[in-house]
Nanobody
Framework: QVQLVESGGGLVQPGGSLRLSCAAS????????MGWFRQAPGKGREFVAH????????NYEDSVKGRFTISRDTAKNTVDLQMNNLKPEDTAMYYC????????????WGQGTQVTVSS
């Protein structure tokens, strides 16, 4: 069973940076796609970024392109999200997720870590 545990959230001022980390366990993640999603108060969950486990190919939501960077460490089984130039609209609960090669959607989720951008 896949287990995902996020860490690294917190309070940061606009323009600041945070690095989120997701520790993945429970199986090997070969051929998986790992993603970060977020949900702001009163809004639906939205895609932020994803990365393919094997080759490291990435994809980003338009509003975070050039500011966020997703990466994975296949030796440590971690997936990180480096967030720079944070804006108040980035405030949300951030979730790590995993999609297996036989699934059409992300089916495994972490418990989330809160990111608050405020002065």
């Amino acid at each position: 069973q896949v287990q995902l545990v996020e860490s690294g959230g917190g309070l940061v001022q606009p323009g600041g940076s945070l690095r989120l980390s997701c520790a993945a366990s429970g199986r090997t993640f070969r051929n998986y796609v790992m993603g970060w999603f977020r949900q702001a108060p009163g809004k639906g969950r939205e895609f932020v970024a994803h990365i393919t486990w094997n080759s490291g190919l990435t994809n980003y939501e338009d509003s975070v392109k050039g500011r966020f960077t997703i990466s994975r460490d296949t030796a440590k089984n971690t997936v990180d999200l480096q967030m720079n130039n944070l804006k108040p609209e980035d405030t949300a609960m951030y979730y790590c997720a995993a999609r297996s090669p036989i699934q059409n959607d992300f089916a495994s989720w972490g418990q989330g870590t809160q990111v608050t951008v405020s002065s």
